[in-house]
């Protein structure tokens, strides 16, 4: 059974730093697209960053600039990176994974979170003002 696991998320002051963490136990990125997601209180999931099952990566305008998202293959994980976060970077982050779509990171980024079959059980990322 394929699992996701988020770690690295905590309070912060605005302009902090967080790194975030997903290792996927039976499962290799390149069988499909991965994903960072991220929800907040009342509003729907968006996606933060897709990872490609050819090793392309591709951030949302709202974090580009201020995150990055990295990938140590030889773990199994993923890491996103945020700097300078600001409160509306407050939300529970997922990784998800979305086996069989063999696209690059921009396709993963835009693809509808219905798509992804397997999800962690999340991290919660607060940012104070």
């Known amino acids: 059974q394929v699992q996701l696991m988020e770690s690295g998320g905590g309070a912060v002051q605005s302009g902090g730093s967080l790194r975030l963490s997903c290792v996927a136990l039976?499962?290799?990125?390149?069988?499909?697209?991965m994903g960072w997601f991220r929800q907040a209180p009342g509003k729907e999931r968006e996606g933060v960053a897709g990872?490609?099952?050819?090793?392309?990566?591709s951030l949302a305008d709202s974090v580009k600039g201020r995150f990055t998202f990295s990938v140590d293959n030889a773990n199994n994980t993923l890491f996103l990176q945020g700097n300078n976060l600001k409160p509306e970077d407050t939300a529970m982050y997922y990784c998800?994974?979305?086996?069989?779509?063999?696209?690059?990171?921009?396709?993963?980024?835009?693809?509808?979170?219905?798509?992804?079959?397997?999800w962690g059980q999340g991290t919660q990322v607060t940012v104070s003002s």
């Open positions: 039976r499962y290799t990125f390149t069988r499909g697209c």
């Open positions: 998800a994974a979305a086996p069989a779509f063999y696209k690059d990171g921009a396709f993963c980024l835009r693809l509808h979170p219905n798509e992804y079959n397997y």
């Open positions: 990872l490609g099952s050819d090793g392309t990566i």
